[in-house]
């Protein structure tokens, strides 16, 4: 509903306009350099909606003429579409051109694919288009130049603003450093907390300059890949990377790519294909064997695609390599004591992590303020190139070109105490093992390292009675050590099975 033309009963939706706006206008704020070229290098919206803010000084608007549903925000309006099924979305945009054009928002059409998963089906360079089966020639458009919406209009935009100026010009003090190689010894010692990206291992990898999109798209046209909630075969998800505009592409994560290629990873196999650069050294989490948790994936995606904020899955640290394209990381340590990077939200006790926001959105919202915040560390990754995610550290990452990459996480022997802290006292957040396992995680992992490795074990369980001992408060520690007296020989960390502990500084 225009500003212009709300009765006074409805000023309540117009002002929780103001709120895009304000992201709208902070966007240009970021960058005042680049402000003017981001703005002119938006093309104009498919079916010319417009930002909210030029209803003010609109004589008409399109969503006045939408009967009831012209009440309803616009947040509202796209949230009730959302339980609307496909035949439903059809009939109710053939009623006015407000209703076509909220109607036609492609995120209804992604989830209603999605959910729907049809085996047997063409690209045809939306969602709904696809879902609908229309040939590119029958595809149709009606302009709604009168419509001012930022809910239709704002993705649009986070999906076609150059990124360009907020993975440039990094400054120096945020640089990852970059290295040839590391040793063991040095990695053990100096690195493994620290993220660092290095030029050489990969560029001995068989697979590197060979396997590309293309070479796999050739070799695998119909091997099925998983990419996010749906299994595409690579003929299909190559369309896609090649044909779309989602603000947040459908991102190809696949931890069954080795068994699914027929490749072997590992330097000592008769015909590797890749392997863990050296100065990782051994990774604990091998002990587990049939039992360890999801440790490796493919991933590939278009220009823009990318992961938003979180951290890696238990505690562990972790190489991702670029085959081909290049990617840019935004990288944050965490510690109980350290804010959360800005614009992502944390839960009271740390174990959820949301970061609502796109990564455009993320960029334009909160980018300046993040490359001021201590210990944001940024740099890009290229082909060629592997960049080590230390243990516990929050990441974005944003491919900058279509590009295929390879991730694996790993226990090295230094962070043996912290993963097997998050196994014992953070039960709930252990992800990657099998049903059967996820519950006696910790126990498992604590009985193979036993058979395989008993000092490194003790060494990692010594360490982690130590940072218990320190994480707690006085009180705490005046008051439990009795009680481990009495426990005898058995362990008790003192943030071990008593929760309110663990949030002790
Ligand atoms: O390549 C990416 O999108 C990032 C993947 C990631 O989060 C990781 O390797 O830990
Ligand atoms: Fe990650």
Request: some cysteine; hydrophobic content about 35%; aromatic content about 12%.
């Amino acid at each position: 509903m225009a500003p212009g033309i709300l009765d006074a009963s409805h000023h309540a939706c117009a002002e929780s306009r103001p709120a895009k706006k304000i992201k709208l206008s902070s966007a240009a704020n970021v960058q005042p350099d680049d402000a003017d070229d981001v703005a002119t290098a938006i093309p104009p919206h498919p079916l010319h909606v417009k930002p909210a803010g030029n209803a003010y000084t609109a004589s008409e608007n399109l969503k006045s003429r939408c009967g009831s549903f012209a009440t309803l925000p616009d947040e509202l309006l796209s949230l009730v579409l959302e339980s609307f099924n496909a035949d439903q979305l059809v009939r109710l945009g053939s009623t006015c051109r407000a209703l076509y054009a909220f109607t036609r928002f492609d995120e209804l059409w992604r989830a209603l694919f999605v959910g729907s998963r049809p085996e047997d089906f063409v690209w045809r360079g939306t969602w709904r288009t696809t879902f609908l089966r229309i040939p590119q020639e029958h595809v149709t458009s009606i302009s709604c130049k009168d419509l001012f919406s930022d809910v239709l209009y704002r993705p649009f935009q986070c999906a076609h603003t150059s990124l360009e100026p907020f993975t440039s010009n990094i400054p120096k003090q945020n640089a990852i450093q970059r290295l040839p190689d590391l040793t063991r010894d040095e990695y053990a010692e100096k690195w493994t907390d620290k993220p660092f990206i290095l030029t050489s291992p990969v560029k001995e990898w068989p697979v590197y300059g060979k396997w590309t999109p293309q070479y796999l798209l050739e070799k695998y046209p119909d091997v099925k890949f998983r990419a996010e909630a749906v299994d595409w075969p690579m003929a299909k998800y190559m369309d896609y990377m090649s044909n779309s505009s989602d603000e947040s592409s459908l991102y190809l994560f696949d931890r069954g790519f080795v068994e699914k290629t027929g490749i072997t990873p590992g330097r000592d196999a008769v015909e590797p294909a890749y392997w863990s650069p050296d100065c990782f050294g051994e990774d604990l989490f091998s002990v587990l064997r049939e039992h360890r948790p999801d440790c490796r994936w493919m991933i590939m995606g278009p220009k823009r695609s990318g992961s938003t904020f979180h951290k890696d899955p238990n505690a562990t640290n972790a190489w991702n390599a670029v085959l081909t394209g290049s990617k840019y990381w935004l990288m944050f340590p965490s510690s109980p004591t350290l804010p959360p990077p800005p614009g992502v939200i944390l839960s009271d006790d740390q174990s959820e992590i949301t970061s609502p926001l796109s990564i455009a959105e993320y960029f334009l919202t909160f980018h300046s303020l993040a490359r001021e915040t201590p210990g944001c560390r940024e740099g890009i990754c290229y082909a060629g190139e592997i960049l080590h995610v230390p243990s516990g550290w929050f990441h974005l990452v944003l491919n900058l070109e279509d590009g295929l990459a390879l991730t694996q996480n790993f226990v090295p022997i230094k962070k043996l105490a912290d993963v097997l802290g998050f196994l014992r006292d953070q039960r709930d957040q252990v992800s990657g093992f099998k049903d059967e396992v996820c519950d006696r995680a910790y126990e498992l992992f604590v009985e193979r390292l036993r058979e395989n490795h008993p000092e490194i074990l003790e060494e990692g369980l010594a360490e982690l009675e130590r940072k218990g001992k320190k994480g707690r408060g006085k009180w705490e520690e005046l008051t439990k050590i009795g009680d481990e007296e009495e426990e005898g020989a058995g362990f008790s960390f003192g943030f071990g099975g008593d929760d309110d502990d663990a949030d002790i500084p």
